[in-house]
């Protein structure tokens, strides 16, 4: 520093010195500053050429840092580099006018994208002596009038195998309700997490589905087959895992259409929350993907021709159930069964009112 005009600031000793330190430690382009002002040190010691071919800096650039540093008392702040933003930024083209006429054409097309409204813009923009604009400008016009709810809520009527159903209101610009994620979610009591899950199963041309389910704490499982998947069968499967001997408080589940409308509906009227798999992600759901196996080399696989009967084979599978809840050792627990588990863990002195076989009622 003494090499330069500066070193008259520092004569006063320690502290003015680590005050101007202190100025650019903080300072939002501190590398810079502190480039420039070795650049200048080189120059005081070595001159132009040398810092010519070293650093590409002409002597007016180096003597218009130092003027900068004089007027500013010795500030290293003065170093930085100033705002390069243009003085004189392009002005929008668009007016009130082609935003009301895009509203309005949205509401006389609904969804209509940019590259729709652009050539009707076009005709309106010559008719008023208006620069023409681009389809992504257009683009930008449209989030802006969603952002700020001026694009009218409309209606969309729904079509299902040829029978038109009802009204169903839709928001423009809607987005989807996020689902609610497990994350680092343990569960601390029976119920606190039930994971469930559907399998299918070809039986030349007929389909046979199984939803599964099995609890984290106590490993207690339950399965039921149907002959259709649908919201109606997940909903009636949570209603019969009412037989579990404790109350569910949260289950997981995939994303499958399964597992929202009716199913989702009954979990929020009996307060019971609802986390939902990351899509493409089964190792989220791993005890029931396991107990799925499970139960496939040790039953389904076995009886696979009871599937057609599905109320014989539900028949069977509750007594496998009750040999695997009531019976069965698993390593995961203690070797001991899930209900046996579950009483000596949380119910002692009590015994289990668990009924499976009132489930196929």
């Known amino acids: 520093m003494r090499q330069i005009y500066l070193q008259s600031f520092f004569r006063s000793g320690y502290h003015r010195f680590m005050n101007y330190i202190y100025n650019i430690s903080n300072h939002k382009k501190k590398e810079e500053i502190e480039k420039r002002l070795e650049i200048i040190k080189f120059f005081d010691k070595y001159g132009q050429d040398a810092t010519q071919e070293a650093f590409l800096k002409k002597r007016s650039t180096i003597y218009l840092w130092k003027q900068k540093l004089r007027k500013e008392g010795g500030k290293l702040s003065a170093l930085a580099p100033g705002d390069k933003a243009p003085k004189n930024r392009s002005k929008r083209k668009v007016t009130t006018g082609m935003i009301e006429f895009v509203r309005l054409y949205r509401i006389s097309h609904p969804g209509s994208d940019k590259t729709t409204i652009k050539p009707a813009l076009d005709v309106y923009c010559a008719k008023n002596n208006l620069s023409f604009v681009c389809e992504s400008t257009i683009g930008n016009i449209i989030k802006e009038l969603k952002d700020n709810n001026k694009l009218p809520d409309y209606y969309v009527r729904t079509t299902i195998n040829g029978v038109t159903g009802k009204l169903k209101y839709r928001k423009i610009g809607q987005t989807k309700k996020k689902k609610l994620r497990v994350g680092s979610f343990v569960p601390q009591n029976p119920g606190g997490l039930v994971q469930i899950d559907a399998m299918t199963f070809f039986l030349l041309k007929t389909k046979r589905y199984i939803i599964t389910a099995i609890d984290l704490k106590t490993r207690f499982a339950f399965a039921y087959c149907y002959k259709t998947l649908s919201s109606s069968s997940a909903k009636d499967f949570i209603q019969k895992l009412g ?76 007594r496998y159930l009750l040999w695997y809840n009531g019976e069965k050792p698993h390593r995961s627990i203690g070797k001991l069964p899930p209900l046996l588990y579950y009483v000596n863990n949380f119910i002692s002195s009590q015994k289990s009112n668990m009924s499976l076989a009132g489930a196929v009622r």
């Not at 994303?255 to 009227?269: I, M, P, R, S, V």
């Not at 990351?278 to 080399?297: D, M, T």
């Open 243 to 318: 037989v579990a001997p404790f109350e569910i408080n949260s289950a997981q589940t995939d994303n499958g259409k399964e597992f929202a409308k009716h199913f989702d509906d009954y979990l929020k009227q009996r307060n019971i929350t609802h986390y939902w798999n990351y899509p493409n992600y089964p190792k989220a759901n791993s005890f029931v993907e396991n107990f799925n196996g499970l139960i496939q080399r040790q039953y389904i696989g076995w009886h696979m021709d009871d599937l057609y009967d599905v109320d014989s084979f539900n028949q069977g599978l509750i």
